[in-house]
């Protein structure tokens, strides 16, 4: 006897919450059908009754992560300093990497430099929604003085620019170094020239393990 579509539709969430997962944390190359459908407690072999390909589940986690992402729900909230710091707080303590949900924007992390047309047309979509976001974050706090006056719309893009550079790069090289002391140090100093971006250079965000 056949399913029910709604054990079809559930079974399905399962394999894609598995994959979100799974995908965010380790990136495209690293993770296996195997590996999606262990952590989903299903059979290899029911994996292609909801999905044609890798690729397909790769493209459908992301638009599930892109759906329920924590930036978007910040994106949504009152506008304040401490909401556009954390976001940078979050990203630069790799939180987003250890947390049950990491967003979509761990595929500027993990997929850096792939060659997969897919996954670079991914990679472009990731990096604009962040800039985008940031750019509405800045312009809306420098509306109502929480920062200093952002400037016209093309400053306000370069800033969010080179503050997603400084997002990605530093977490891109802290996840491939061991030296913890080093790791810290290197997120300090970017946090630093983040809020310096932001004409914030008297603020501070605690990190953890540094005093």
Do not use: W
């Not at 006897?1 to 979100?20: G, N, Q």
């Not at 992402?69 to 994106?75: D, F, I, T, V, W």
Request: with cysteine; aromatic share 6%.
């Amino acid at each position: 006897m056949p399913y029910a579509p709604e054990h079809k539709m559930k079974t399905r969430e399962r394999i894609l919450r598995s994959a979100t997962d799974l995908f965010c944390r380790y990136g495209f190359d690293k993770v296996s059908i195997s590996q999606v459908m262990k952590v989903a407690r299903m059979t290899h072999g029911a994996f292609y009754a909801h999905f044609e390909s890798k690729e397909a589940l790769f493209r459908a986690s992301l638009a599930e992560a892109f759906r329920r992402c924590k930036a978007s729900r910040l994106a949504k909230a009152p506008l304040s300093l401490s909401h556009m710091t954390q976001l940078v707080n979050n990203y630069l303590t790799l939180r987003n990497l250890s947390e049950s949900a990491p967003g979509p924007e761990a595929v500027l992390f993990n997929e850096i430099g792939s060659d997969r047309v897919e996954i670079k047309q991914l990679y472009e979509e990731a990096y604009f929604g962040m800039v985008k976001l940031l750019e509405t974050r800045i312009t809306a706090l420098g509306r109502l003085r929480k920062i200093p006056v952002a400037g016209d719309a093309a400053t306000v893009a370069n800033r969010a620019r080179a503050i997603v550079a400084a997002l990605v790069g530093a977490v891109a090289i802290a996840r491939s170094i061991e030296d913890e002391d080093e790791k810290q140090h290197l997120l300090v100093a970017t946090q630093d020239q983040i809020l310096s971006m932001l004409g914030v250079r008297d603020a501070k965000l605690e990190l953890p393990g540094l005093a």
